[in-house]
């Protein structure tokens, strides 16, 4: 059974840099999409980016410019790196998987996500 | 980007009703949407991917339809675990974007 869990600090202070990883278990990181989302306290959900297995990366133009996300496929775990972040990043952040088997590319499996709040 | 929108923003229904709730996209995308539930607290799960497969696992009752730039989902005899948000996506390009949810809850 595929599985992702996300870890990293869950306070972050304005203009440093929020750092996470996703470990994935029960499945090949060399393969597939990964990916971030985020959602805001009571709000949606928000795509940052992905990963393809080969190490192409996509990336929300919103973001871009502050956002790195990247693989170590010898630990079988992605990492999302956003910089300079402001009180506007506080969210809940999870990882996911993107199936390559079907054309529609859904999020087919998710971690269980994990609160970041940025905050002096 | 492609914006998508979600109707209604909230739905009060019973246990037993069928409902339906749509997502219009802002420029044609074919079929490439997918439909997924959050329960208050956990992550997001996929119901509906391409518009109209069921995602394995995933109850009979939910059903999705759609092409080009209006899709639905319909979820038939809800069920007491049905009550939830629910999120459209597209797929078609990047940036995936996300409806901004539509909260279903009990009457």
């Known amino acids: 059974q595929v599985q992702l869990q996300e870890s990293g600090p869950g306070l972050v202070k304005p203009s440093e840099t929020l750092s996470l990883t996703c470990s994935v278990s029960?499945?090949?990181?060399?393969?597939?999409?990964w990916t971030w989302v985020r959602q805001p306290p009571g709000k949606g959900l928000e795509w940052i980016g992905y990963?393809?297995?080969?190490?192409?990366?996509s990336y929300n133009p919103s973001l871009k410019s502050r956002v790195t996300i990247s693989l170590d496929t010898s630990k079988n775990h992605f990492s999302l790196n956003l910089r300079s972040v402001t009180a506007a990043d506080t969210a809940v952040y999870y990882c996911?998987?993107?199936?390559?088997?079907?054309?529609?590319?859904?999020?087919?499996?998710w971690g269980q996500g994990t609160l970041v709040t940025v905050s002096s | 980007d492609i914006q998508m929108t979600q109707s209604p923003s909230s739905l009060s229904a019973s246990v037993g009703d069928r409902i339906t709730i749509t997502c219009r996209a802002s420029?044609?995308?074919?079929?490439?949407v997918n439909w997924y539930q959050q329960r208050p607290g956990k992550a997001p799960k996929v119901l509906i991917y391409?518009?109209?497969s069921l995602e394995s696992g995933v109850p009979s009752r939910f059903s999705g339809s759609g092409s080009g730039t209006d899709f639905s989902l319909t979820i038939n005899s809800l069920q007491p675990e049905d009550f939830a948000t629910y999120y459209c996506?597209?797929?078609?390009?990047?940036?995936?974007?996300f409806g901004q949810g539509t909260k279903l809850e009990i009457k």
């Open positions: 391409g518009a109209s």
């Open positions: 990963i393809y297995y080969s190490g192409s990366t």
């Open positions: 996506q597209q797929s078609y390009t990047t940036p995936y974007t």
């Open positions: 996911a998987r993107i199936t390559a088997a079907v054309a529609a590319r859904p999020f087919d499996y």
């Open positions: 420029q044609s995308i074919s079929s490439y």
């Open positions: 029960g499945d090949s990181i060399n393969a597939h999409y």
